[in-house]
């Protein structure tokens, strides 16, 4: 599969400082921005930058970004799902994860995440993809939120759904371990029928033997 990346971007005015938001980013543009030192909710932040600069590296990784002036301060990411779990376990060329999506406690409540998901859905090659999310609420920053896991999970299927991406039910056992865990996707609208099929067959691995 040919995985065709169109740059797009938009400028959003916040409070805090008007951003620009744009990809998916070139890693030469990428090894050039800084690294806000509060994208911490993965790993430490250099290793974070390194990460994304390896993602975008990738046929298939894309990384979009949120900037004030030269720094990136948020950021969402789409690559094939982690060997290790069942999503890769089909094959399927056009299924991509967005694996991680993050933004500076400074830069939150303005729609920043909002704003990365849709200049995601700008690329028109977008249309070929079944893109999903498996959220965890181990990931989620409920202390500096203040929120619990209930209210936090209603926040991030709100801005998911400015991705286009919806709940889908699952017996993922990940998945399944905590109800407050979802997974969301995005179907593609030139995805076919069969690769339809071959998603759910990935969701309900064991509705067999029930």
């Given at each position: 599969m040919e995985h065709v990346k169109t740059y797009n971007a938009l400028e959003l005015k916040h409070r805090n400082g008007d951003l620009i938001i744009e990809g998916p980013i070139r890693?030469?543009?990428?090894?050039?921005?800084?690294?806000?030192e509060g994208l911490v909710a993965f790993r430490a932040p250099a290793q974070q930058h390194k990460a994304l600069i390896g993602i975008s590296k990738l046929p298939e990784g894309r990384?979009?970004?949120?900037?004030?002036?030269?720094?990136i301060v948020g950021y969402v990411t789409y690559l094939y799902p982690d060997p290790l779990e069942r999503w890769s376990e089909g094959n399927?060329?056009?299924?991509?994860?967005l694996g991680a999506i993050e933004v500076i406690a400074k830069y939150r409540g303005g729609g920043v995440g909002k704003a990365l998901l849709e200049v995601s859905m700008m690329d028109e090659a977008m249309e070929d993809y079944i893109v999903i999310t498996t959220?965890?609420?181990?990931?989620?920053?409920?202390?500096?939120?203040k929120l619990n896991v209930w209210e936090y999970r209603k926040v991030m299927e709100k801005m998911m759904q400015h991705g286009g991406l919806e709940y889908y039910a699952t017996d993922d056992p990940e998945i399944c371990s905590?109800?407050?865990?979802?997974?969301?996707?995005?179907?593609g609208k030139r995805i076919e029928q069969e690769d339809v099929q071959r998603f759910d067959s990935l969701r309900f691995k064991n509705r067999f033997l029930y």
């Open positions: 890693t030469s543009d990428l090894e050039n921005y800084s690294f806000h990384i979009i970004v949120a900037r004030y002036q030269d720094q399927m060329e056009n299924l991509i994860e959220e965890y609420y181990w990931h989620w920053d409920l202390k500096e939120t905590h109800p407050a865990n979802c997974l969301m996707a995005r179907i």
